[in-house]
């Protein structure tokens, strides 16, 4: 399947920006500078790629108004290059269309709605008065909870699972394997037996969010979990009850947020990160990966908690002495007492 | 859909406990003290939240005898008020009873027996010989393989899949997207290609266990992989495979248990921590979230491993010198020696 | 079901190695030294067992060379104990076979191929064009995408899904809940909003993979992300776009790859380990679990950074002292000066 082919001319006209260079070029397809073939459009958007403009074989190139001279192939001059990149990736790749209507194996509960233009996959069940909006898609094997709604334009692929009354907004993307909705992990120990806490709670996930492979975000346990507009997740996080993720906030895969924690808008956290429960994490916060957030983050600013790998032998000397730090600083601070009093004693 | 009321006396009619205030009081639901709204009943499990009862509007209380007369508010006064408030809102969203039946696209194998009143949702299917116990519900899109038991009430949501002559005991809830008797992770290396090692052994989980979603639980190598009873997981925990969770023990998401582990009774796990292979932990073992557990653990107590974060020019400041650390303990001798020597020196 | 008995002479005829001891023992199943029963064959494969050998009650054993002697069982010398063991195990415990045909509750899109021999279980959708090789075994609730291309005698457990456009070649194992293909984590901030990137790459995967249940493996953002052949992947595992793993590289549980990383070949990665986004591993490279490697590895070898684990008010006191840990250099370093200083004023 080929793309259909655009003329820089065409493109600017859609998306902005400007031509520098022959304006009917055409191109198909975007790439790296690096991988670039003829028909392609590549774009610079790091300076570290730089070098590799001159050997790029890309037909055209977009890059930022700082860069236009570095190169003489056609390109477009953006202000932003690399979201420019994902608009044009976005109209040379457009999302099949699915045909509106409902697949026969489909079954569908009491008072359910679909829209007429939805599009609902095979062997999918919607719960009794759940509503699917307008243009949103439902893959194959889905099961969308009693009462739940999803709102336009949503598109869940294969095998996700929404509980009961839970709501999602539009233009919401979920990925196969997540699940919506589950109780939250809330036990109670009465004499030697953990008794389960109703999760009463709901989901809630606002508009333009997208939630990657195999994540979870569960119920909450008495007032709702709360994805905000814009919330970007990567595969397998984990969000516990009663979280509350701000507007924009962009999570790597693998974190764990603990139940009733609170993260700002803008937040960016990385691979493998953890939160505790009911911390606070304020706007603009940068998380790095595989870092264990333990207590609430109140200023903007860049945070980290990593041990640092080495080789296998050498993590080993060191780590020992780790059991031991209190000790070793007790033993600088008896060193600094005896050099103060060995030069008090100087004659 | 609002929940009937119960008046207090009506509570501890079933629950037990004692009423202070007008017994008459009627109530609608459970919320924290913060949030509650006439109707409702709050609880106070947790001296840091004292504060609040105050403040609170529900129109009553769920407290403990030490703390009954810090407010005028209708109360019941419990012996555990946490315990009391997780059974009373049991008893106010009682789980919607599912109709028993088989839905007609369920896919059933040869002798499989399914409980009379057991609720078997769409698209089910159930391997040959298979048994669903009495009361049951098994929702939309799950699998049960061959021979597999599930015990009765149990309950199974959406799109879970249970492995071929695994053993799931009484009352056991699964959640979307577990994962149960799937094979372990058993290679051998011969002559540069790993040979799969056949995973001959099953699951067995006891009464009472509830798994959260996409959680996996792999069936034993050569043994069985055993949960026993009261166990409760949370979300996306990796358990693998011959591992023994004992009763009662409470694991937080996103934990790791490697091949062969046994972990005691009453232990409670923090998210994301990890546990090695062939590991002994004692009961009443408390995990800190984010530790690997590296050595068995012969004693009850609290355990943690966790590297402190800060702000990212600290953390990195301080760090590098990780590498380095053996070396600064070499330091920290020499100048003990040298102390010594020079004071020795003294006249 | 018991397996079906083989003579010691008849597993050396298949499976090479030699008889000590009476050729004509019949076994029936392998086990642990420890746990062997009569009927069952043993092995010793790590010396740390060899005392298990004298109590072990089991029929026969698998030794190597060295340890021929160690015993009086009728016992089978092999070169790789461990290996003719896994062998052994897939000769006694024969995977069932399962009828060729096409369940009619499976949705087949247009233009699909199914070899004959395919095995398609219920509620299966096999996307238009895609085609499932010779041999294969598709299980209850699988998804495979359109144009998808799953090779001979692949075999997916239930409720797998493959998007569309992805390569997986022959002999390939996916377990439940796996997810290939799904979209990477590609993002661009415009104008405080996300822009997607429309993920355009694929997933190729190579012949003898093993993925683990729960695992994710997304597609290429431009490129392909690709799995070469031997890999085995245990559960839970995140692949992120662009990622690339050599052949026979093993990795368990819970790790998190970031996008564009390349995997040597040969390298054994621990569980809940992770690898920042474009890194490069060499071959033969051994992580611990729980390490997260921040920047590229160009030589073979183990590498570790694990915080150990204590008690944890001894964690704590020593724990404390990582925000300072630049500070205690220093002090370290004046006490170094004043030392030196000391001793140049002795007379």
Not at 29 to 53: C, D, S, W
Not at 187 to 197: P, Q
Not at 204 to 211: A, H, N, P, T
Not at 225 to 238: A, F, M, P, R
């Amino acid at each position: 399947m080929k793309n259909p082919g655009f003329r820089l001319s065409e493109i600017v006209a859609r998306l902005g920006g400007e031509v520098l260079g022959d304006p009917a070029t055409e191109v198909f397809q975007v790439a790296t500078l690096e991988k670039a073939v003829r028909g392609n459009i590549g774009f610079l958007a790091n300076a570290k790629y730089r070098k590799q403009l001159a050997a790029s074989r890309a037909s055209a190139v977009i890059v930022g108004a700082t860069d236009a001279a570095l190169t003489e192939l056609p390109r477009i001059v953006a202000a932003n290059p690399y979201a420019y990149f994902a608009r044009l990736s976005a109209l040379l790749n457009p999302l099949p269309s699915m045909a509106p209507g409902i697949h026969p194996t489909t079954v569908i509960g009491e008072g359910a709605e679909i829209a007429p233009d939805a599009h609902i996959g095979a062997q999918v069940c919607i719960g009794a008065g759940a509503r699917i909006g307008a243009g949103s898609v439902v893959m194959a094997g889905c099961v969308i909870g009693e009462r739940s709604v999803i709102g336009a334009q949503g598109l869940l692929y294969p095998n996700v699972t929404v509980y009961h009354d839970c709501v999602i907004a539009c233009r919401v993307i979920l990925h196969s394997g997540v699940v919506i909705g589950a109780d939250g992990f809330g036990i109670a120990m009465e004499e030697g037996r953990w008794l389960k806490i109703p999760q009463i709670g709901r989901v809630l996930i606002g508009d333009d969010v997208e939630i990657g492979a195999n994540t979870t975000v569960d119920r909450g346990a008495l007032d709702d979990t709360v994805i905000e507009d814009g919330v970007k997740l990567d595969n397998q996080i984990q969000v516990a009850h009663n979280v509350r993720i701000g507007a924009h906030t962009a999570i790597a895969g693998c974190v764990g947020i603990a139940g009733s924690a609170t993260i700002g808008r803008y937040c960016r956290i990385g691979g493998s990160a953890g939160i505790l429960g009911h911390l606070q994490i304020a706007d603009r916060v940068e998380i790095a990966a595989f870092t264990l957030i333990g207590k609430s983050i109140t200023e903007a600013g860049s945070y980290a908690g990593i041990y640092p790998f080495s080789r296998n032998d050498a993590w080993r000397n060191n780590a020992v002495h780790l059991r031991h730090l209190d000790q070793l600083v007790r033993r600088v601070g008896a060193l600094e007492k005896e050099i103060e009093s060995l030069k008090g004693e100087k004659p």
